[in-house]
Nanobody, 123 residues
Framework: QVQLVESGGGLVQAGGSLRLSCAAS????????VGWFRQAPGKEREFVTA????????YYADSVKGRFTISRDNAKNTVYLQMNSLKPEDTAVYYC????????????????WGQGTQVTVSS
């Protein structure tokens, strides 16, 4: 059983940066792939990025490629999402999720979810 807690969200101007963290408050993330998803008001939850358990593989949605970077520190039981050059369309609640074995762009494949953290980008 893994319990995930996101932090680092907030209000930022367009062009600014934020770093989100996803920490395991219970259990270990070391053997899980981790994904970040986001959901804007009135829209479906969408894939943002994912990282394999070792950190050797990373995957990004086209909309964030080149602006967002996912990384992990297994010693700290934490996964990070560095978000640069933020745009108003990045405004959403961001969720991290953990998945056994191979990571996926499909939210349905993830076993554990955090409560989400709000990111708001003003124009």
């Amino acid at each position: 059983q893994v319990q995930l807690v996101e932090s680092g969200g907030g209000l930022v101007q367009a062009g600014g940066s934020l770093r989100l963290s996803c920490a395991a408050s219970r259990g270990t993330l070391s053997y899980f792939g981790v994904g970040w998803f986001r959901q804007a008001p009135g829209k479906e939850r969408e894939f943002v990025t994912a990282i394999t358990w070792s950190g050797g593989g990373t995957y990004y949605a086209d909309s964030v490629k080149g602006r967002f970077t996912i990384s992990r520190d297994n010693a700290k039981n934490t996964v990070y999402l560095q978000m640069n050059s933020l745009k108003p369309e990045d405004t959403a609640v961001y969720y991290c999720a953990a998945k056994s074995f191979v990571v996926s762009r499909d939210a349905a494949g993830y076993d554990y979810w955090g409560q989400g953290t709000q990111v708001t980008v003003s124009s």
